[in-house]
């Protein structure tokens, strides 16, 4: 069975304060990971995909980076803006939908 | 990145009667679109799965006759939750999918909040 795990559920951090959050999968067979953002009585926004093993992609102040078991999204010295749940997915070969994991919910504190 | 509504973005009804969701792709077409469930500091619940022209799939544990599933054309997808009860209450959001040149990517929608008196 697919399975998604992200930690930690929670992060708080100090704006400037970079760090890293940690989604490890095990899937029989891996389409795509995804990252969303998604913020409190709204639905999830696109971040990335990731198709293979060394693949990395950013976005402002974001990178993810993936590897066979986990994908990192690192944050690089955050705003207050970029407070958030963020949420880790993916998507086997052959299927349509995504697993997801829990989330982790980051704050950044001003 | 490709866009999609959902409307209303909240809806209150009373116990018993039906509400239609619909979810719309506005600048692509979708053969696939999702249906999600959310409670409160929680993940993301996949409720089913519809594909354009033929019935939804549905998960474990969810009623089709209560969700029913529309997805009559390439931009449009309604759920309707019938004989609405207070424990229907909750977040929905739909999601379609996008397969574009290699890419294979979901987006959802903004969610719609159902409130159940």
């Known amino acids: 069975e697919d399975q998604v795990t992200q930690s930690p559920e929670a992060l708080r951090l100090q704006e400037g304060e970079s760090s890293s959050l940690n989604c490890s999968y095990t899937v029989s067979g891996l389409r795509g990971l995804f990252w969303y953002r998604q913020d409190p009585g709204k639905g999830p926004e696109f971040l990335f995909t990731l198709y293979s093993a060394g693949e990395e992609k950013e976005k402002e102040r974001l990178k993810a980076t993936l590897t066979k078991k986990e994908s990192f999204l690192h944050i690089t010295a955050p705003k207050p803006e970029d407070s958030a749940t963020y949420l880790c997915?993916?998507?086997?070969?052959?299927?349509?939908?995504?697993?997801f994991g829990q989330g982790t919910r980051l704050t950044i504190n001003p | 990145g490709a866009v999609v509504s959902q409307h209303p973005s909240w809806v209150i009804c009373k116990s018993g009667t039906s509400v239609k969701i619909e979810c719309r792709s506005l600048?692509?077409?979708?053969?696939?679109m999702f249906w999600y469930r959310q409670f409160p500091k929680q993940s993301l619940m996949l409720m089913a799965t519809?594909?354009?022209?033929?019935?939804?799939?549905?998960e474990q544990g969810v009623e089709k006759d209560k969700f029913l599933i529309n997805h009559a054309s390439l931009t449009l997808s309604t759920l309707t939750v019938t004989s609405a009860h207070p424990e229907d209450s909750s977040f929905y959001i739909c999601?379609?999918?996008?397969?574009?040149?290699?890419?294979?990517?979901?987006?959802f929608g903004p969610g719609t909040r159902l409130t159940v008196l």
């Open positions: 999601s379609a999918r996008v397969w574009d040149r290699g890419s294979d990517t979901q987006y």
């Open positions: 600048d692509f077409q979708a053969t696939t």
């Open positions: 997915a993916v998507l086997a070969r052959g299927a349509q939908k995504l697993v």
């Open positions: 519809s594909n354009e022209g033929s019935k939804a799939t549905y």
